[in-house]
């Protein structure tokens, strides 16, 4: 058995259902359940007798500790975070709680858990906590992509959380010798991705004929990383990574924001034609750019594949119309998450922007 926290959340369910898929061992799932964690991306799995889910926060000590003495898992993937940029430029305390002292909270009562284990339990226990590349800051244009030893130089709240909940696991693994490991992923896209991120809001507003809005001048470039491929790195790294190492998981899409919007467009113009014949494209507006908005993100992912034989599976032309196609076909399930909270923070995030 295993422990998934923040296993609503999009990564999270992706690797919870990507487990199930694979193989039979049973998982817990703990949750808050926050804006961005919603129980339907696991309604797939209601009545499993394989699945626990538990709705809670890493930062509850006393719950984490009840759960980990009464169901005994033998390894911890910590997905649970905050993670989105722009709400931590305008809200930047919930991400210090959860990211920083919630890490810190639960590895507290991981060490205490994993203290008490017998010899061979303790050898077998693993705390895989995952992470994301915006930790190493910015690149130049020509500069060489991160790779695990690239400086910490993070540049908003969200990031800066989470390098502090990085070096948290780094320290407790040197000082008291709790077998972690650590991988720093790309943007990920996919399936049940909420749609405040970049590629589903472009879906979502196109097909509402709303407005598709681009920071500054679009040439933003990130590193894209279809989320199923990630789920199998991380099993990759679960069952093989070194302890104490960190493990960069790209996938080898250097794209700028623009591109990606307007490869969304392309694909909409032909699974879902609007009803004009004109294209997407002719709703992109460009906005005024996000404060200390990253230039560029790249992800050096040639250590996992050296030691532990991983590479991604999905080009982007074939995740991204995968993508594209969910969306398309799960119309429900965007539709429920598009709450009233959801709406006030996309025009909160946006107003004044044009």
């Known amino acids: 058995m295993i422990l998934v926290t923040g296993s609503a959340g999009f990564i999270g369910a992706n690797f919870v259902l990507d487990w199930f898929a694979q193989g039979e061992e049973s998982v817990i799932s703990l949750d808050k359940l926050t804006y961005a964690g919603n129980l339907e991306n696991l309604a797939s799995l209601k009545g499993d007798p394989r699945h626990i889910f538990v709705r809670g926060d890493i930062g509850d000590a006393e719950l984490v500790g009840q759960l980990l003495r009464q169901y005994c898992p033998r390894a911890i993937i910590n997905f649970a975070a905050e993670s989105h940029v722009d709400r931590s430029i305008h809200g930047p305390e919930d991400f ?16 205490a858990y994993w203290s008490g284990l017998a010899d061979a339990e303790k050898d077998g226990f693993r705390f895989l906590h995952v992470s994301t590349d915006e930790v190493y800051g910015s690149l130049a244009k020509d500069e060489p992509a991160f790779s695990e030893t690239h400086r910490y130089e ?13 070096h948290l696991v780094r320290a407790y693994h040197h000082t008291y010798g709790l077998p972690v490991l650590t991988t720093n992923c790309s943007n990920n896209y996919g399936p049940y991705h909420f749609p405040e991120k970049l590629i589903p809001l472009m879906i979502v507003n196109a097909l509402a004929g709303k407005p598709l809005p681009v920071y500054g001048d679009g040439q933003q470039i990130r590193d894209w990383l279809y989320v ?7 099993r990759c790294v679960l069952a093989k990574g070194r ?8 996938g080898w899409n250097e794209k700028a924001n623009l591109d990606i919007v307007h490869t969304v467009c392309t694909l909409l113009d032909e699974l879902r034609p609007r009803t004009d014949s004109k294209s997407y494209r ?30 991604p599976a ?14 398309l076909d799960n119309q429900g399930w965007v539709g429920n998450v598009q709450s009233g909270s959801y709406r006030q923070w996309v025009e909160k995030n946006y107003a004044g922007r044009g």
């Open 96 to 111: 210090i709680r959860t990211n920083i002292v919630g890490t810190f909270h639960l590895l507290e009562a991981v060490r």
């Open 154 to 166: 993070p540049n908003s709240p969200y990031s800066a959380s989470k390098a502090a909940s990085d």
């Open 228 to 234: 199923k491929d990630h789920c199998s790195a991380i």
């Open 243 to 250: 302890l104490g190492e960190v493990y960069n998981i790209g």
């Open 282 to 311: 002719e709703q992109i507006v460009f906005v005024t750019d996000r404060p200390g908005h990253d230039r560029r993100y790249a992800i050096d992912a040639r250590k996992i594949e050296r030691e532990l034989g991983w590479k």
């Open 314 to 327: 999905e080009t982007f032309d074939t995740g991204i119309r995968k993508t594209v196609r969910w969306y």
